[in-house]
C-alpha cells in the first residue's frame, strides 16, 4: 500500500499542499476551521510526515531534545512530561536523555548529540560552565533549565528558571511562621551546587528576616537531593543532643524531604508535632506522602512552555536573536507536614 502524501491530505481537505505543510509544520496564519479540516484529514487518511523528507526540504527534523539530569527524580520525570506535551502541541517530538550531572555528557548532549539529528535542546545542567557552554549556543538552538547565577556574567543562552532564592525564603519563612526557631537545611552539598547555593541563600535570608541564627550543625551535607541523603541527613539531625535538635526542617527537593520524614519516623519523632518539614519541587511524590508534604511549588507546566515556545522560536527563526532569561512563577502548597491539618485526597 503506498505511503499518504501531502497531496492526498491536500485533495481529502480542498486546499493547497502548502497550506497542508503549513498545518502540519505549525505555522501560524492558518485559520482554525481550515487547520481543524486539514487535521481530520490527516486522522482519516493516517498520515505521517516523512522525516527525512522534511529534513531536506526545510533543514529541520522536526527533533527537539530534553536533558535531564534524573529521569528517575519525580521533578524531572514531571518536567518532561510537561515538555513532550508543548513540543506535540508545535509538532514537534522529543528526544529524552538523563545526564546523570555528569559535565562531559551535558557538554554532549547540549550540542544536540551531533547536532546532525537534533534541531535544538533544551538542557539542565548541573556540572558543565557557561563558559563551555558559551561556543554551544552560539551556533545551536539552546534552551538552559534550572537555577544559574549569572551575577556579572553575560547571558550565554536562553534560560528558563525559578527565583530559588525566594522560594527557599518562603519556605523557611512558612516554618519560622509557625514557631519554629531550630529551623534544620537539608541539602546543602558538597558540590556547591547553583541549586544548593542559592536555596541556602534564600534560607539564610528568612532565618535573618525572622530573628534567627543560622547554626552549621543544622545544616548537614548531602551528595545528591535524593530520598536516601534526605534520610542520612535526617538521621544525624535525630542524634543531636535535645537542645540542639531542630524543631523543623527544610529540604531543598522533595525526595530529600521524604527521606527525611523516614528518619523523623524511625526515631520516634512526629511530623509536624516535634519536627515540621517544607521542601521544594511540589512533586506528586510530596502530595501522596503520608504527611502529605508542605512545598513550594514550580509552575511545571509554565516553565516546559517557556522552554518549548523559546527553543521553536530560535529553531525557525532566520536571524539571530538575543538571548533571554524567562522567570516562572511558583507558589507554596501548606500541607499536613506543616500545619497537622488531614486532608482527603482529591481523587
Request: charged fraction near 20%; include cysteine; charge should be neutral.
Amino acid at each position: 500500500m503506498a505511503a499518504v502524501t501531502l497531496k492526498d491530505v491536500a485533495e481529502r481537505a480542498g486546499v493547497s499542499i502548502k497550506t497542508v505543510s503549513n498545518v502540519v509544520r505549525g505555522a501560524p496564519r492558518v485559520s482554525e476551521a481550515t487547520r481543524e479540516r486539514v487535521m481530520r484529514a490527516v486522522g482519516d487518511l493516517g498520515y505521517r510526515p516523512n522525516p527525512t523528507a522534511r529534513r531536506l526540504r526545510t533543514g529541520r527534523s522536526g527533533l527537539i531534545g530534553l536533558a535531564v539530569p534524573d529521569l528517575a527524580t519525580p521533578y524531572f520525570a514531571e518536567l518532561a512530561h510537561h515538555v513532550r506535551s508543548e513540543a506535540a502541541a508545535l509538532q514537534l517530538t522529543v528526544l529524552i536523555e538523563e545526564t546523570l550531572g555528569d559535565a562531559t555528557e551535558e557538554l554532549r548532549l547540549a550540542t544536540g548529540v551531533g547536532a546532525s539529528l537534533l534541531d535544538g535542546m533544551i538542557l539542565s545542567p548541573l556540572h558543565v560552565s557557561l563558559g563551555e557552554l558559551a561556543p554551544v549556543a552560539s551556533e545551536f538552538p539552546l534552551v538552559l533549565l534550572g537555577e544559574r547565577n549569572y551575577g556579572g556574567d553575560r547571558i550565554v543562552a536562553d534560560h528558563v528558571l525559578i527565583d530559588n532564592v525566594a522560594a527557599a525564603r518562603e519556605a523557611t519563612a512558612h516554618l519560622a511562621g509557625l514557631g519554629r526557631t531550630r529551623i534544620a537545611a537539608v541539602g546543602v552539598d558538597a558540590q556547591g551546587s547553583a541549586t544548593s547555593r542559592q536555596r541556602l541563600e534564600g534560607f539564610q535570608q528568612a532565618l535573618h528576616g525572622s530573628g534567627l541564627t543560622f547554626d552549621p550543625r543544622l545544616a548537614p551535607p548531602v551528595r545528591e537531593f535524593d530520598r536516601r541523603n534526605g534520610l542520612l541527613a535526617t538521621r544525624a539531625l535525630a542524634a543531636l543532643p535535645q537542645a540542639v535538635r531542630p524543631d523543623a526542617v527544610f529540604c531543598f527537593s522533595d525526595p530529600l524531604a521524604v527521606g527525611a520524614q523516614r528518619a523523623l519516623y524511625e526515631a520516634g519523632m512526629s511530623v509536624p508535632g516535634d519536627v515540621a518539614v517544607a521542601s521544594i519541587d511540589g512533586s506528586d511524590e510530596a502530595l501522596y506522602s503520608t504527611p502529605s508534604l508542605t512545598s513550594v511549588v514550580p509552575d511545571k507546566a509554565a516553565i516546559a512552555a517557556l522552554a518549548v515556545k523559546c527553543l521553536a522560536t530560535r529553531i525557525r527563526s532566520e536571524v539571530p536573536l538575543p538571548f533571554e532569561v524567562h522567570m516562572a512563577p511558583h507558589w507554596l502548597e501548606t500541607r499536613e507536614s506543616t500545619d497537622g491539618v488531614r486532608r482527603q485526597l482529591a481523587p
